[in-house]
């Protein structure tokens, strides 16, 4: 189960660097979906869920402000401005409409995404990506369920941490000393 974003934004350039950056990074579990425009986004909106929505402000159409009070309205699906708009006044509006975040152009790609993941965490329940997969084997980590070959493996609570431990770090070294400190 991928983890799908709405990216509201009218520059082309910021929207390709952001999906990019956020497909390669998340190995493709996390989707970016783009709209143009404020009107774009609401319409996507009415038609889908999210599990986050990042806002640029000024945008043609409805703009970002207007969008969030639309958003905050039905849903508390999270919300993050992504804006060029950097005054005290339009940071405490962003926030008094309902917004989670509010990030001022330019940003660091890396710390939207690490800011993102975590109103991730913190909406889904702090699981971000609900199945780890290794070949045949597969953990949802929603259901606490394992199977291998699509068959149900039954295991016993600390083998289901170590496999789940092991399924974190798949392609790392992991000695012995530490599967204990951990398990």
């Known amino acids: 189960m991928e983890t799908c974003i709405l990216l509201a934004e009218d520059d082309a350039q910021i929207r390709e660097i952001i999906t990019d950056y956020f497909s390669e990074k998340s190995e493709g579990k996390i989707r970016i979906i783009c709209a143009e425009n404020g009107t774009d986004a609401l319409d996507m909106l009415r038609n889908d869920e ?51 975040d509010y990030v001022i152009k330019p940003f660091s790609l890396a710390a939207v995404y690490a800011k993102c993941t975590a109103l991730l965490k913190r909406a889904n329940g702090t699981i971000l990506i609900p199945e780890l997969v290794c070949g045949a084997i597969r953990m949802n980590l929603r259901t606490l369920t394992v199977t291998a070959n699509g068959e149900p493996v039954a295991l016993a609570p600390k083998e289901f941490a170590l496999l789940k431990y092991l399924l974190e770090h798949k392609n790392w070294v992991v000695s012995r000393d530490m599967l204990l400190d951990r398990i």
């Open 50 to 100: 999210f599990d986050l929505i990042l806002l640029d402000i000024m945008m043609p159409g409805i703009d970002g402000f207007s969008l969030c009070r639309e958003i905050r309205a039905k849903s508390d699906v999270p919300v993050m401005f992504l804006t060029a708009r950097a005054r005290e006044e339009d940071l405490l509006y962003g926030y008094e409409l309902g917004c989670d």
